[in-house]
């Protein structure tokens, strides 16, 4: 059991800040199709900086079993 971070999509308007305050190179991506952002979960540890920088409180943080 691990945290990590889940983007609300619909709630994102792709404004990159979380991949500039993820200390974890490469786990936020831009999805420039969809112009939003995706958290990879396997390599995410969950501190919550993504959900801190957020303007829209697009991302949560939660339970991966």
Do not use: H, W
């Not at 999805?31 to 958290?39: D, L, S």
């Amino acid at each position: 059991m691990y945290f990590a971070g889940k983007v609300k999509e619909n709630e994102c308007k792709g404004c990159k800040l979380c991949i500039f305050s993820c200390p974890e190179p490469n786990v936020i991506s831009f999805e420039r199709k969809g112009k939003i952002v995706k958290i990879d979960v396997r390599c995410c540890k969950g501190c919550g900086l993504c959900v801190e920088v957020c303007p829209t409180k697009a991302i949560d943080i939660i339970q991966i079993t």
